[in-house]
């Protein structure tokens, strides 16, 4: 389903894994990726990320994200699954960034994702396992506001001027008991590329 939003091309599929699938990935991704908690740096001070995360990809390809310098862990079983299922609708994202919220006390702040590295027009791939979560959406200028709740199995896709114009969070909700795996699939250009 695409969205209709101005200044953006987003899609959002609910059911893209079927529910065994979804299931089985779910249980591979928290033992198999590296995770950890970051840090983050807000207004010049270090933090501990309110949830953990992951980053694997291609060899060599450094990530600047929230103020800090990223070297990728090699790709796993689960994360090839997925990237074979990605190739066939002709996605081929180099890296995957990956959060882990443990319960609904987990979140992640406003932002977008335009890491220069990530060219002009950043292709955003996010798949979601584990507990609902709302997710927002906001325009920088008219400060419209949607929500998508994101469930078991689902893929986002975010592109054309979607991170120029629309920023985005993960709140906190207390009353999710559980945990949800999200992972963002990205391109990272070499300086002299751009898409
Ligand atoms: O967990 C989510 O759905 C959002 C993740 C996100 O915003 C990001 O990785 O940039």
Redesign the pocket.
């Known amino acids: 389903m695409k969205l209709n939003l101005v200044d953006a091309d987003i899609q959002y599929i609910s059911n893209w894994l079927d529910q065994g699938t979804a299931d089985d990935l779910y249980s591979c991704l928290k033992a198999e990726l590296a995770w950890h908690q970051g840090d983050v740096l807000v207004f010049g001070k270090w933090h501990k990320t309110p949830?953990l995360q992951a980053f694997h990809g291609d060899p060599g390809l450094g990530y600047a994200y929230s103020g800090k310098a990223l070297d990728p862990q090699p790709w796993t079983p689960a994360l090839n699954q997925i990237r074979a299922k990605l190739a066939e609708i002709q996605l081929y994202p180099n890296v995957m960034?990956?959060?882990w919220?443990r319960d609904g006390n987990d979140k992640?702040g406003w932002?977008r994702?335009n890491e220069p590295e990530l060219g002009r027009n950043p292709i955003?791939i996010?798949l979601?396992f584990g507990a609902s979560?709302d997710?927002h959406l906001r325009h920088v200028e008219t400060k419209q506001r949607e929500t998508i709740n994101?469930g078991h199995g689902s893929l986002?896709i975010m592109g054309g001027t979607s991170q120029h114009f629309w920023e985005?969070?993960?709140p906190q909700r207390k009353r999710v008991h559980d945990g949800?795996i999200?992972l963002?699939f990205r391109t990272i250009f070499a300086p002299e590329q751009s898409n």
């Open positions: 949830r960034l990956g959060n919220y992640m932002h994702d955003v996010s979601s979560r997710f994101l986002l985005h969070q993960l949800r999200n963002t």
